[in-house]
């Protein structure tokens, strides 16, 4: 899962780096991350049990389809989107968000200690 991780980050970062960089040419640059999309691939590849982890994973609760996808496409394509540029955008059911059972507050003491204390305790 590594290389997995670290070519999705360099995605995203390529995406950043081409809206610097095409801007001035207003060129805009955007990317969309996809949540577990019924496609071919993730139906005829996954168990039942991987895609009731997928349906558990997001909270919609439901599979992406190829449509929601290509909504977020024609979204970048059109004008509407003329201000947007450099963005990551999640397709995905809420999949990114962070699961409820997130100890939240562990993190947040380990980064802010002195905060997390003053206001907190």
């Not at 949540?35 to 993730?42: E, K, R, S, Y």
């Not at 397709?91 to 204390?117: I, N, Q």
Request: glycine content about 10%.
């Amino acid at each position: 899962m590594a290389a997995y991780g670290v070519s999705k980050a360099a995605v995203d970062e390529l995406t950043r780096a081409a809206a610097i960089e095409l801007g001035g040419f207003s060129i805009r640059v955007n990317g969309i991350r996809p949540g577990f999309i019924q496609t071919g691939p993730l139906m005829n590849l996954s168990s039942e049990e991987d895609l009731q982890f997928a349906l558990d994973s997001t909270p919609l609760g439901r599979l992406g389809e190829p449509e929601d996808i290509a909504r977020a496409v024609l979204y970048f394509a059109s004008d509407q989107s003329d201000w947007v540029t450099g963005q990551l955008l999640g397709v995905c059911g809420g999949f990114t968000l962070p699961p409820p059972s997130a100890d939240m507050e562990t993190l947040a003491r380990g980064v802010f200690p002195e905060h997390m204390a003053r206001d907190f305790d």
